[in-house]
């Protein structure tokens, strides 16, 4: 898009791609914990937008859909890199959840009902899927925490992103790491495959997997948090 004068116009590009940064905000949502507001990723990432607009050169044969999309979200996870969403009582939460969840899965020989995970941690179901929801933002699968030393006192983000070589996708190409990932996705009950499967293949947001399911958007996230912390728990040991 160009101005009548032939340069590049860049509101017209804006308005263009808001529905992208929308998208790329809403998607990562289900990662953060609740205080971390959308509006605010979408900020951050509007100004990654025009960041990347300033930065393209077409000659350098990559798409800028692609680019862009890699400045916008690049701009968030430093924004949320600066306030260290995941605070030490979030990960000792987490850390409860899964250790709770080895526990009955061994005891068990089966994946614990919510209900059952719920009662080892001494808690109502109401009250523990709440903190299924407050403690979203630790979920992520990084394969490399599963080697971490808890007492490290390093932001949560710089301990996962900074490092390279234990880059998530680089681990993944470990073909026993793969398979063993591959079968604990197959052995989480049927409907939380169902919403792996919708938001990690089909690149549904919360709202949309919702619909589909016909639940609440925060039911969704509470499923998806307990799916994702029994991947971690089953990774643990790997």
């Not at 719920?118 to 979203?136: C, F, P």
């Amino acid at each position: 898009m160009y101005t009548a004068k032939g340069q590049l116009d860049r509101n017209a590009l804006i308005r263009q791609y808001q529905p992208l940064v929308r998208k790329l905000a809403h998607h990562m949502m289900a990662k953060l914990p609740a205080n971390v507001q959308v509006d605010d990723l979408i900020q951050v990432g509007l100004i990654g937008l025009s960041d990347a607009l300033s930065r393209f050169e077409a000659t350098q044969g990559v798409q800028f859909e692609t680019f862009a999309t890699q400045r916008i979200r690049g701009a968030m996870l430093d924004e949320l890199r600066e306030n260290d969403w995941a605070s030490r009582g979030t990960r000792k939460s987490q850390k409860d959840i899964e250790e709770a969840m080895r526990r009955l899965e061994h005891r068990l020989g089966r994946s614990p009902l919510e209900s059952e995970i719920a009662a080892d941690l001494g808690m109502t179901l109401v009250d523990y899927q709440s903190l299924l929801s407050k403690v979203r933002g630790t979920q992520l699968v990084y394969l490399e925490d599963m080697t971490h030393n808890p007492d490290e006192e390093d932001s949560f983000l710089d301990r996962h992103l900074g490092d390279t070589q234990a880059d998530p996708i680089n681990m993944l190409r470990d073909q026993r790491m793969r398979m063993a990932l591959v079968a604990a996705i197959k052995n989480l009950p049927e409907r939380e495959q169902h919403i792996m499967s919708m938001y990690y293949e089909e690149d549904m947001n919360l709202k949309e997997i919702a619909a589909v399911l016909d639940v609440t958007e925060s039911r969704v996230c509470q499923l998806h948090s307990q799916s994702i912390a029994r991947l971690r728990a089953k990774m643990r040991a790997h």
